[in-house]
């Protein structure tokens, strides 16, 4: 991509300095030949290399008509050369746009338990970022092309779709069927509305998070299917009012989960059910020895609804389903992932 911007640029500057040689050229022929003045000179340059068809300053003698002629045929070239390039760039760039948009679709439909991100503002940056981070995959729906080409530049390996995530056949490309979970981070809650409905009814099985700016909206987007509604006013007000009450809380916080320079996170790691972990208790497991984590607390699924158990204790059986709440690094993060699939034996 380098290489072609660079050869592209070099064409226009040579084009450009022929252009400039080219008008000085024909000024200094016209004063030397027929004695032209300056203005009258550069005039009479601009419309014989431009052909442009207007009348003589004066008329030429038989020198100054060979000039012009060669005049022509110099400029011609030039323009021609010019107008090639910039048709060029942009048959090379609408070929680029297209390429990628077929080889991000086909990408797309290869994934299965992939994320959906519909809206990359603020908030939506924010989840991408977050994304990026713990190396998730994540397709984002995004309809401004400034927005796009954005992502583009800071993320060359992020899936984008350009498209109005609130209509299914962009949700559809998005590989809605396959996904594990939908974010809806879009401006306006009704827009919000319509992304969890279509996404609902495309994906039953789908977990839906929707961003709700008026707390009212968000009963009406649990009843139409959210799994999980989160409202930024709500949620700020929480996070100032803790700043105050549990200042240290919220800085430890701040370290697991936004400190780019410290790889210490807070991760949720589910024990497959085939898993060598199913029925064996924490003491046994001896996870913090073998991967250096936390269990900070399991989530169990109990009669349908998710069951805590926090600061479990030695003896706590863990079961295949069950969720870990684990503190650490994130390469011990992946250790626990492998010692979960059975690739590492310690």
């Not at 032209?36 to 003698?61: H, K, N």
């Not at 979970?181 to 809650?189: H, K, P, R, W």
């Not at 996070?239 to 790889?263: C, G, H, K, S, Y």
């Not at 029925?279 to 991967?291: G, N």
């Amino acid at each position: 991509m380098d290489g072609r911007h660079n050869t592209t640029v070099k064409n226009f500057v040579t084009l450009g300095i022929g252009l400039a040689f080219l008008l000085l050229f024909g000024t200094i022929g016209y004063v030397i030949i027929e004695g032209y003045a300056l203005l009258d000179a550069i005039y009479m340059t601009f419309i014989t290399f431009s052909t442009v068809g207007f009348g003589e300053v004066r008329p030429l003698g038989v020198p100054g008509r060979v000039f012009t002629i060669l005049l022509i045929l110099f400029g011609v070239v030039i323009l021609a050369m010019l107008s090639a390039t910039v048709t060029s760039l942009f048959v090379k760039q609408e070929l680029l746009n297209n390429f990628r948009r077929k080889r991000m679709k086909k990408e797309i439909q290869k994934l299965k338990g992939h994320t959906i991100l519909c809206g990359a503002g603020e908030t939506g940056k924010t989840v991408i970022e977050e994304f990026q981070q713990a190396k998730k995959e994540l397709v984002v729906i995004e309809e401004d092309e400034e927005v796009i080409e954005y992502l583009a530049e800071q993320y060359p390996n992020l899936l984008i779709l350009a498209g109005d995530a609130t209509k299914d056949e962009v949700l559809e490309e998005a590989n809605i069927k396959q996904a594990s979970a939908l974010i809806t981070a879009l401006s306006e809650d009704t827009a919000n509305l319509f992304v969890v409905i279509s996404a609902r009814s495309l994906n039953p099985d789908l977990k839906v998070i929707a961003r709700a700016v008026d707390p009212h909206t968000a009963g009406k987007m649990y009843k139409a299917g959210a799994t999980h509604v989160v409202s930024p006013n709500l949620t700020e007000g929480i996070r100032m009012a803790a700043v105050v009450l549990r200042p240290n809380v919220v800085n430890f916080l701040d370290v697991v989960t936004r400190d780019q320079e410290i790889a210490l996170r807070l991760e949720e790691v589910t024990v497959p059910p085939d898993s060598a972990f199913h029925k064996k208790s924490l003491r046994e497991l001896e996870i913090p020895q073998r991967t250096g984590l936390i269990v900070i607390a399991i989530i169990k699924q109990v009669n349908g609804a998710s069951q805590f158990i926090y600061n479990p204790q030695s003896s706590t059986v863990v079961e295949g389903g069950d969720q870990l709440i684990v503190l650490g690094e994130v390469d011990r993060v992946e250790k626990l992932h492998r010692l979960l699939r059975g690739e590492l034996i310690d």
